[in-house]
């Protein structure tokens, strides 16, 4: 599309809008997503809480990113230390309480909370330290991301590998095994050293490939459920120098042009976005590949995000209209490559954090699905992903693809050198658009293990027993060791509820 029709047809929507509209759809939040908020507790809490626990909230309710899983709890404990972890267990077991363990809440589907549950909130927990010699950062599990990276900036290293965005905690990052931008290295597992752990009875161990390396295993995208991760030692690298290498593709070429990727290794780090406009949907890409550009990056703060307001208004307008998806796919293409300057340092392109996806919007929110297919599979599970969100009219705001890799830990997604497609569906909080997201969710993992892949389960609770089974087929082992390091199911959550009694 000429981009003087593009300035005219948004030039239209401007004054068709008007200002109050415009004010609405780029403003920021003015609170967090929740809904559905009647929720009733089966358990009152006490009235007050001794003055060695330190309680956030008495009661009430919790919530994940996403606002449509409100769930009622005992309380909330704000955690600063491992003695406070130990009143904490030792009050659970005496009011015979269920523990979760919560940090950014960016999981979606109560991975972090259940009914009545003593929730920790470990964000407070959050000490770090680097050996910049051996490379190596010790950090509390309650740190952020967006935090590690503004520390480790001055030691001219960065991680090597974390999730997209940088506001989910160490804890909650080892306990999905998220996976980032580094093709190479793929998820969180491949640069954890060691780990301490606390027990359900208040007990520290330490955990590596080496030392009690079972409990390793299932700890480690493990959602919580075996223990409190106290702290993590993980293995960083230097914070180089890259230049973005962007190219516009037809989703056909998309395996000869990775191939050429990895073929390079000056290229480290990738992803790639499909057109989710109805005049190409999934059937263009932009690659991001980004190239070393000389040594160490130069030491200077990392800048936050640039034109939030404005990415935000475009971003609500394909929320609300084809014409809004069009105009943002075109920006993407043609108006983002301005916002960054580049070479940029490897810790600067990590440094994101999305606050344009928040907003005002009512009744309306987004959740995140991922799902893996071999990488010889990507081409015809992209043709069937088409097929299912069409059929269904599921409005989807993001569509990217990553590099994961097999990790020996339990509950591993990838049996190999896979791909990651990662979804962002969009939709109105009432019951037709959840059923349409939910099936959509099912025949998206049906179609993935058709190809030989998997999902993720960091997510809505909406598959079942048998697809989990069938994706993770150590899930009974898994189970089985749950019960055995915590034999009274001291650790809970709405997940673990779901389907780890069935």
């Not at 950062?137 to 997209?164: C, D, F, K, R």
């Not at 409990?215 to 973005?244: D, K, M, P, R």
């Not at 989703?251 to 480290?268: K, L, M, N």
């Amino acid at each position: 599309m000429p981009i003087f029709i593009i300035l005219l047809v948004l030039a239209i929507i401007l004054v068709f809008l008007g200002i109050r509209e415009i004010y609405y759809l780029s403003s920021d939040p003015k609170r967090e997503k929740d809904f559905f908020p009647h929720i009733h507790h089966k358990r009152k809490p006490i009235d007050e809480a001794p003055a060695y626990l330190p309680f956030s909230q008495f009661g009430g309710t919790i919530n994940d990113v996403t606002g449509v899983n409100r769930t009622a709890v005992y309380g909330i404990l704000q955690i600063t230390s491992e003695d406070e972890l130990r009143n904490a267990l030792h009050f659970a077991r005496e009011q015979q309480l269920p523990v979760s363990i919560a940090g950014a809440k960016h999981s979606m589907g109560g991975q972090e909370f259940a009914t009545d549950a003593l929730v920790l909130d470990m964000r407070g927990f959050n000490h770090m330290s680097v050996d910049a010699k051996s490379k190596i950062l010790t950090v509390q599990s309650g740190a952020v991301w967006h935090h590690i990276l503004e520390y480790l900036n001055p030691y001219s290293l960065a991680v090597e590998a974390m999730q997209s965005f940088d506001l989910p905690t160490v804890g909650g990052t080892i306990s999905v095994n998220a996976h980032g931008v580094d093709y190479r290295i793929g998820g969180i597992a491949a640069t954890i050293q060691s780990l301490r752990l606390m027990l359900a009875d208040g007990s520290i161990q330490t955990l590596s490939r080496q030392e009690n390396s079972e409990l390793f295993q299932a700890v480690v995208g493990g959602y919580g459920l075996f223990g409190i991760i106290l702290e993590a030692q993980l293995t960083l690298t230097e914070n180089l120098s890259y230049t973005e290498v962007r190219s516009i593709i037809k989703t056909q070429d998309f395996p000869a042009a990775y191939a050429r990727i990895v073929s390079d290794p000056s290229y480290h780090l990738f992803y790639a976005r499909m057109s989710t406009t109805p005049s190409s949907f999934l059937k263009e890409m932009i690659v991001y590949v980004y190239k070393v550009a000389g040594g160490l990056a130069p030491v200077k703060p990392l800048e936050p995000a640039k034109l939030v307001q404005l990415t935000r208004f475009v971003f609500n307008l394909g929320r609300k209209s084809y014409l809004g998806r069009e105009l943002k796919w075109w920006a993407e293409k043609n108006i983002e490559p301005l916002l960054q300057a580049y070479p940029a340092s490897r810790n600067q392109i990590m440094y994101q954090s999305y606050a344009y996806l928040k907003n005002n919007l009512p009744h309306n929110t987004d959740v995140l699905q991922e799902y893996f297919v071999p990488q010889d599979q990507i081409l015809p599970f992209i043709q069937g992903l088409g097929d299912i969100l069409q059929k269904l009219g599921v409005v989807t705001r993001n569509a990217e693809i990553r590099t994961v890799h097999k990790e020996n830990i339990l509950l591993d997604y990838a049996g190999g050198d896979w791909f990651g497609i990662v979804l962002y569906p969009n939709f109105n909080v009432d019951e037709r658009d959840m059923r349409k997201v939910s099936e959509a969710h099912s025949q998206l993992i049906d179609l993935a293990q058709s190809l030989g892949g998997s999902f993720y389960l960091p997510y809505q609770l909406d598959t079942t027993k048998a697809q989990i089974d069938k994706s993770y087929p150590e899930f009974g082992t898994f189970l089985e060791l749950k019960k055995k390091y915590d034999a009274d199911l001291l650790f809970t959550s709405e997940f673990y509820k779901k389907y780890g009694t069935i």
